[in-house]
């Protein structure tokens, strides 16, 4: 969904003139001088801004490096342990048409078709990790043949260890195979950060990464909308008033999210065999109970909502005023 969605804005750009894409630069630094934003990078060079928008994820640069440099990104102590496997692999016939979330004490494995021609199973294990062992299970270029063939077999053996024993045949075959496990740790950033200052704005994980929920990276998207939409209404505005228009509309459903998202990953955390039987006897309820939370966050409609009408400005006031009195 993500290179479709990539690969949609790439050809918008490239049909948008007055639109350049420049790749292979990295923010150090910013700051604001007059009624400009200036954004040094690390090959030395800087670009002047009329606007700076952040929308470089949850280790966003120019957040730590320029808006709120203590907000650094956290770790959820939560992680994904994901691969994608053939369909035909398996000989015990999936128990899912297209999607299942399984749910255990040990975690929770999410298991999806992902192709169009249901050949390609994606698998995705929602477990507590400890950060301690975050980099000796990571993949990353450089790495020796011998340390990633390591990195793969404690993989395995994590997710066997944890679901190998599921009263799903499919699932203790999936996590029985040879796939190539990769680790990808959940990182957070803490509501109540700054989001803008006089020409800079943060939108998405930049701004308020939390662990996924309900429409996920769709919460971007929808920063996106609403901030084009305001700035379109506010136009003649200053920017101050564009973000402060954008925040209060913003922030209260970004910490209700980001709330909601921190009791929906603690049930992830591993448990004792009582606490997850219990979890398991409770799970129907808390789903019929929170139906209404999640259908409310795929009914949002950012393109919808309705705006607040800018503030005439006494500049504007009084513009007025002399164009009655120049027509009396």
């Known amino acids: ?72 990104s956290q770790y959820t102590g939560m992680s994904f342990l994901q691969a994608t496997l053939s369909a035909n692999s398996l000989s015990t016939p999936p128990h899912f048409q297209s999607s299942a979330l399984n749910i255990s004490r040990h975690g929770s494995v ?81 509501p109540g950060g700054r989001w803008c200052m006089n020409r800079v704005i943060l939108l998405g994980d ?36 564009v973000f402060e228009a954008y925040e209060r509309l913003r922030r209260e459903t970004i910490n209700r999210a980001f709330k909601e998202s921190r009791r929906m990953w603690d049930r992830n955390r591993d448990m004792g065999f009582l606490e997850g039987r219990l979890k398991e006897w409770m799970m129907p309820f808390q789903i019929r109970s929170h139906r209404d939370e999640r259908e409310s966050a795929w009914e949002f409609d950012a393109t919808k909502i309705l705006l607040p009408t800018p503030t005439p400005s006494e500049d504007l006031v009084s513009l007025n005023s002399f164009l009655k009195e120049g027509t009396a």
């Open 110 to 190: 999410l298991t999806s078709f992902c192709d169009r021609d249901r050949e390609q199973i994606f698998a995705a294990a929602i477990v507590q990790f400890d950060q301690a062992e975050l980099s000796h299970h990571r993949l990353e270029p450089g790495q020796d043949w011998a340390t990633k063939d390591r990195i793969r077999r404690d993989l395995r053996y994590e997710m066997r260890s944890r679901f190998s024993k599921s009263a799903l045949p499919c699932i203790r075959e999936i996590v029985e195979s040879k796939a190539d496990w990769m680790l990808y740790p959940v990182y957070q950033v803490r």
């Open 1 to 72: 969904m993500r290179i479709i969605l990539s690969m949609a804005m790439m050809t918008v750009v490239e049909r948008t003139p007055n639109v350049n894409l420049v790749f292979g630069k990295k923010v150090i630094g910013g700051e604001e001088i007059s009624d400009k934003a200036i954004i040094h990078f690390s090959d030395q060079s800087e670009v002047i801004a009329d606007l700076v928008i952040g929308c470089d994820g949850v280790h966003s640069a120019v957040r730590t490096r320029w808006v709120d440099p203590d907000c650094a």
């Open 206 to 241: 930049a701004a308020h990464a939390m662990p996924p929920r309900d429409e996920s990276a769709a919460y971007a998207l929808d920063d996106a909308i609403l901030f084009a939409r305001i700035l379109a209404r506010y136009r003649s505005e200053p920017l101050t008033e």
